[in-house]
């Protein structure tokens, strides 16, 4: 398959393979029914896997019974979550990433110091909920230049980022800050191992004719990824499974490029490869016959 070129960092990210292992652990070991608070990683098909395992997905700790087996989603929670699942009396198996537990402790320590905290990323992502929830909710969130010019009443000011965002972005955008509000400090929070995926993704699309991006579409980082594939190759096609590829669009001397966002397991990125290169076989078939 030798126009068929698989980013080497598609699939599963460290946090996420740790996660998936924790709550594999917690299903072979405990005997209650396992929840987990919220889904543990952002990819559907393998949330249904675990839920006909008999994994419950609690969106609210009230959910729970006394004594239940919580697994905190690789995302990670606030501290309230956590003060909720004690007065439960909760097994907790913390899934979260530790790259977002930095985030976390970061923003809880300087926000007892004082600082305003800021976060480059998305308001809506768990993630982000999560960190502001080691604030007080005081945090105040920004995804683009244009809003630092609406931050007001900060005084000293500590930024950290959302793990997954690019970093051209959070780099811009924490330039805009310092030029406003010299007394900040800043923790560059992006995961390396998504800097590394994304740069993979990048030089993908600009070699070859089609490029598929594989991941839920919750998946923030797979948005990312497909982001950034656009800026150097017009024909990108984000899907979150074979199913959803459409094998007509590929043409018999194609250049196919493939990469997964981090929640994206193994056996999918599999499946679509090998429906890419049926069909382009398929298609290298008819035209022949013709």
Not at 5 to 12: D, V
Not at 75 to 86: I, N, R, S, T
Not at 93 to 115: F, L, W
Not at 267 to 289: D, G, P
Request: proline content about 2%.
């Amino acid at each position: 398959m030798d126009d068929i070129i698989l980013a080497k960092t598609a699939g599963f990210c460290f946090g996420v393979d740790r996660a998936i292992k924790k709550l594999d652990q917690a299903i072979e070991e405990h005997a209650k029914p396992v929840f987990t608070i919220g889904p543990i990683i952002h990819n559907k098909n393998v949330m249904e896997y675990y839920e006909n395992q008999g994994v419950h997905i609690a969106d609210e700790i009230g959910a729970l019974n006394q004594g239940s087996i919580a697994v905190i989603r690789s995302h990670g929670v606030g501290k309230q979550c956590y003060d909720e699942l004690a007065k439960k009396d909760a097994v907790v198996i913390d899934a979260t990433c530790p790259y977002v537990k930095k985030v976390q402790e970061i923003a809880h320590r300087y926000h007892s110091e004082g600082y305003q905290i800021l976060i480059i990323g998305d308001s809506k992502h768990p993630e982000v909920i999560g960190v502001n929830g080691w604030c007080e909710h005081q945090a105040k969130i920004i995804n683009s230049k244009k809003d630092v010019l609406n931050l007001q009443n900060c005084g000293r000011i500590c930024v950290v980022a959302q793990t997954t965002i690019i970093e051209a972005i959070f780099q811009e955008i924490v330039n805009a800050v310092q030029e406003r509000f010299p007394e900040t400090i800043v923790f560059n929070t992006i995961c390396s191992a998504t800097e590394e995926r994304q740069n993979e993704a990048a030089k993908i699309a600009k070699d070859v004719d089609k490029m598929i991006v594989i991941g839920d579409k919750k998946s923030s980082n797979t948005k990312r990824l497909a982001e950034i594939c656009r800026l150097y190759n017009t024909n990108v096609y984000q899907i979150e499974s074979a199913a959803e590829l459409d094998e007509t669009i590929f043409l018999e001397n194609d250049r196919v490029g493939i990469t997964a966002g981090a929640s994206t397991p193994a056996w999918i990125i599999k499946e679509v490869a090998e429906k890419v290169w049926m069909s382009k076989q398929e298609f290298r078939s008819s035209t022949k016959k013709h």
